[in-house]
């Protein structure tokens, strides 16, 4: 009886973490992507770094007390890359020329971008970090309160718009810099 049970129980974590994993749409030709997405930018990377964003709680006993329940942050990992533009295919008017793009972690099943070292086809004498962006814009989410309602809890947000962070994942044709893309942004920017 307890060899069916954890039978079962490993079947379900497999479905589960099958479930989870990323699975994307194909990606969008040049145009469209041009189109949906906030920027598209060319340049390098300068620096990364993981942060954690919250926009929600959930009860937990470890957390901290608010009325009967106890709360803590339901937190989301991100790879931040600190990125330095060369090139503005498209972009905001005020955008800097130095931004963050956010990326769920590439390690996890949210179809976070690997922004890792490349040669470049032909070389193999430098490691190269330079890319072409695609992304969305950012919004940074703060909790501002938290009241409880019968058994349910809400969480009041504030959104505010961020000018230098932007989000990209692997569904998005985020990729490392080749002339061929640059080829068809510039095709397509006409």
């Keep these: 009886m307890k060899q069916i049970i954890y039978t079962t129980f490993i079947i379900i974590g497999i479905l589960h973490k099958t479930a ?3 699975s994307c749409m194909p990606k969008a030709p040049t145009e469209v992507a041009i189109k949906e997405s906030a920027i598209v930018v060319q340049g390098k990377i300068i620096g990364a770094d993981t942060v954690f964003r919250s926009g ?3 009860i937990d006993r470890k ?3 608010v009325g009967r329940d106890k709360l803590v942050a339901d937190t989301t990992r991100y790879l931040r890359i600190k990125f330095a533009i060369e090139t503005r295919f498209k972009s905001a008017i005020n955008m800097p020329d130095t931004i963050f793009v956010l990326t ?3 390690q996890g099943d949210a179809c976070g971008f690997p922004f890792t070292p490349f040669y470049p086809k032909g070389t193999t004498s430098d490691w190269f970090y330079e890319y072409i ?3 969305e814009t950012w919004y940074d989410k703060d909790i501002i309160s938290i009241t409880k309602k019968g058994k349910r809890l809400r969480g009041k947000t504030r959104s505010m718009l961020s000018m230098d962070t ?3 994942s692997r569904c998005m044709r985020t990729q490392p810099t080749n002339q061929e893309e640059i080829n068809k942004i510039l095709e397509s920017i006409k």
């Design 133 to 135: 962006i695609y992304a």
């Design 104 to 106: 769920h972690d590439p």
């Design 166 to 168: 932007f989000f990209t």
């Design 63 to 65: 957390g901290v007390r």
């Design 20 to 22: 989870l994993a990323c």
């Design 56 to 58: 929600s709680f959930i």
